[in-house]
């Protein structure tokens, strides 16, 4: 597969209209307060060209539909993006969407714990997306 880095205004972006993965509003609310503090994105999309239908010629979210939509709303003009030019059928664009979700890998407790109460400031503390009382359920 061919893959290259492109900088692209993320409403121009055709986001899924399927996704299997979901985030609270208050999971949201944290990436698109990330994204606001950062003033960009962190980890890439993933996008692939449409060859054919009514988004011919546009890029579709395969990966990152969240965070391409926490840009747009906190005004982003541009996103740095992974894409692909590469004519990929639906079933390989739905295993690619499926597979970014579900290959995730897992934390180990202790040292996710270990790391996180290394951070003193309770800003970034927010920004990890953790909190003392999920720690406190990982110790159980």
Do not use: W
């Given at each position: ?21 979901y ?102 503390k ?9 720690l ?5």
């Amino acid at each position: 597969m061919n893959i290259q880095v492109v900088e692209i205004n993320p409403r121009e972006i055709v986001l899924l209209e399927e996704n299997a993965r979901y985030m609270t509003h208050e999971e949201f609310n944290r990436l698109v307060d990330n994204v606001r503090r950062d003033g960009q994105l962190s980890s890439t999309p993933f996008l692939c060209l449409e060859h054919n239908g009514p988004d011919k010629g546009k890029y579709k979210c395969l990966s990152g539909n969240h965070r391409t939509k926490a840009a747009i709303e906190v005004g982003l003009e541009k996103i740095i993006c992974l894409v692909t030019d590469d004519e990929l059928s639906e079933e390989q664009k739905i295993a690619i969407q499926l597979s970014h979700n579900s290959i995730s890998g897992q934390d180990d407790p202790a040292t996710l714990k270990a790391l996180y109460e290394k951070i003193l400031d309770t800003d970034l503390k927010k920004y990890s997306g953790l909190d003392d009382k999920t720690l406190e359920l990982l110790d159980k």
